[in-house]
């Protein structure tokens, strides 16, 4: 199973995107589904993550302005970005933990916010 990440751009401070990361195949055993964060010159980081039984969780800095959601008929999980800053710039990953298995990540999409 591979993962595929899309919908990244460029945009203006303020403006939105909305992130999708879609399984080629059904994934057993998920753990958590997870969007990470890599910008130039920083580590990768932990965006925002939803347990296989919906509980979420984000980083303080994108509290109130992303929100992680799945579609399992499509086997996609989403990140709807709002009010995006130029700090919201990087590289995005998707990741998925499952049992037993290595993790899958896909192969980022790049987001930049910049007037």
């Known amino acids: 199973v591979q993962l595929q990440a899309y919908g990244g751009g460029s945009v203006q401070p303020g403006g939105s995107l909305r992130l999708s990361c879609a399984a080629s195949?059904?994934?057993?055993?998920?753990?958590?589904m997870a969007w990470y964060r890599q910008a130039p010159g920083n580590q990768r980081e932990l965006v925002a993550s939803?347990?296989?039984?919906?509980?979420?969780s984000y980083a303080d800095s994108v509290k109130g302005r992303f929100t992680i959601s799945r579609d399992n008929a499509r086997n996609t999980v989403y990140l709807q970005m709002n009010s995006l800053k130029p700090e919201d710039t990087a590289v995005y990953y998707c990741?998925?933990?499952?049992?037993?298995?290595?993790?899958?990540w896909g192969q980022g999409t790049l987001v930049t916010v910049s007037s």
């Open positions: 939803m347990a296989s039984y919906g509980t979420t």
């Open positions: 990741n998925v933990r499952a049992v037993g298995q290595s993790d899958f």
């Open positions: 195949g059904t994934i057993f055993g998920v753990k958590l």
